[in-house]
């Protein structure tokens, strides 16, 4: 890759949490914690949108973007949109967690996978890595059902079961494993067509053995990622990484009790400081990998 071809990393900075990788830049964005984290309305989101596409470089040249917490997951729906509407690309999220579920509110980070399958230029999503019971049958029916009906979203387990989707006719759309080597070796395999690719990492979906995040976590080791990013050889045009770990009080008693519904813990500030020192050796080790591949 030639020098000027290169991609700076950019770091979404809401939460302190990320750190600051190696030639990056940094875009403050404390001032809308309260606002973005975890949920908002749509009028909000969209004058976050906005306020990306005038500080952000163009998405042809933008690097990998660290976005912090895992409650951050929906800012990659903003990221997505920037794309060429034009031009179709595959959606590859990297996540213990579907995404697709039900908010009545707006978007928060448990349901923009939902979203991203309505954007012009998404032609596929394949959620790799998902372990949480969010896909089991008790939750069957917070899950959106159109993308996968349709083959357009794919969900990828280990050591969950989402049969109930042969119920709707979109068995095709649920791959279940017992290993997440099998999953990623078949995930690969399979990983033929031309499409340009986003890739979108939450943390989350490694095991505890790796990294902490303040989610429940996944199986996959960091070489499972390793693997996944040099199968993208060629065809990145976008990616980013959230799952870092922060502590947050909420204002909003609302967020406040939608958090804590969703099984969030509140790490010590000892715990932080100590987990965000392997997180942000992570995210250095990823970026260089991800650098190595944009198309």
């Known amino acids: 890759m030639l020098e000027a071809e290169k991609r700076q990393a950019w770091v979404l900075n809401f939460d302190d949490s990320a750190g600051r990788p190696q030639q990056s ?17 749509w009028k909000t989101f969209k004058q976050f949108t906005t306020l ?19 409650d951050y997951h929906h800012v990659t729906q903003a990221l997505l949109s920037r794309l060429d509407p034009n031009e179709q690309i595959h959606l590859i999220v990297c996540d213990n967690h579907p995404d697709n ?26 959620v790799i890595g998902i372990s949480s019971p969010d896909i ?46 099998a999953l990623m070796q078949d995930f690969i395999q399979q990983l033929g067509h031309d499409l340009p690719i986003y890739l979108s ?3 989350d979906v490694f095991s505890q053995d790796v990294v902490q995040t303040n989610w429940d976590q996944g199986s996959f080791a960091e070489q499972h990622l390793l693997d996944l990013i040099q199968a993208c050889s060629g065809r990145l045009v976008g990616a980013d990484i959230t799952g870092d770990v ?35 050796r992570l ?10 591949q944009w198309r």
């Open 25 to 41: 830049a940094q875009l403050e964005l404390q001032d809308w914690q309260e606002r973005i984290r975890f949920s908002c309305q």
């Open 101 to 126: 579920m039900r908010y009545p509110l707006g978007i928060h980070c448990g349901s923009w996978v939902y979203w991203a399958s309505r954007l012009p230029q998404v032609a596929r999503i394949d």
């Open 136 to 181: 089991s049958l008790k939750h069957a029916w917070e899950n959106h059902c159109t993308s996968l009906i349709r083959g357009k979203l794919h969900y990828w387990s280990v050591n969950q079961s989402a049969a109930w989707t042969r119920w709707i006719g979109a068995q095709g759309s649920w791959h279940g494993y017992e290993h997440p080597d």
């Open 201 to 203: 990492i939450d943390k």
């Open 246 to 280: 922060s502590a947050y009080r909420y204002k909003s008693i609302l967020k406040r009790m939608l958090s804590a519904g969703d099984g969030q813990s509140e790490p010590s500030e000892e715990d932080v400081q100590h987990w965000q020192v392997e997180q942000q």
């Open 52 to 70: 990306l596409e005038q500080h952000l470089p163009a998405a042809s040249a933008l690097g990998c973007t660290l976005l912090g917490s895992g």
């Open 283 to 292: 995210n250095q080790r990823l970026i260089d990998a991800i650098d190595q």
